[in-house]
């Protein structure tokens, strides 16, 4: 492997999805200020998801619609106008 190529940050994270809550403990260098205290007691920085393999329809084979940012509620009283 080379050297001097990976990053110096790499450490373990907790991933959250934020529609369901469903945490996982896992190494990454992304970077996040906020911290959550996981299950063993130690505080892991936390990075907060918006999808993971618990809510994608692609991993449950139901088709559920993730609106986080309520972009479908605007979209429809944009266009119910219209009509």
């Known amino acids: 492997m ?9 450490r373990l994270c907790v ?3 934020m529609s369901n809550g ?3 403990l896992t190494r990454s260098c992304a970077d ?3 911290t959550l205290q996981w ?3 130690n505080e892991y920085p936390l ?9 994608h329809p692609f991993y449950t084979g139901k088709q559920v619609l993730v609106d986080t940012a309520g972009r479908v509620d605007k ?6 106008k219209k009509k």
Request: neutral net charge; without cysteine.
């Open 2 to 10: 080379k050297k001097e190529i990976h990053p110096e940050n790499y």
């Open 32 to 34: 996040t200020k906020e």
């Open 22 to 24: 469903y945490s996982f």
């Open 75 to 80: 979209f429809r009283t944009r266009y119910a």
């Open 47 to 55: 990075v907060k998801l918006d999808i993971s393999m618990t809510s």
């Open 15 to 17: 991933f959250k999805d």
């Open 39 to 41: 299950e063993d007691g």
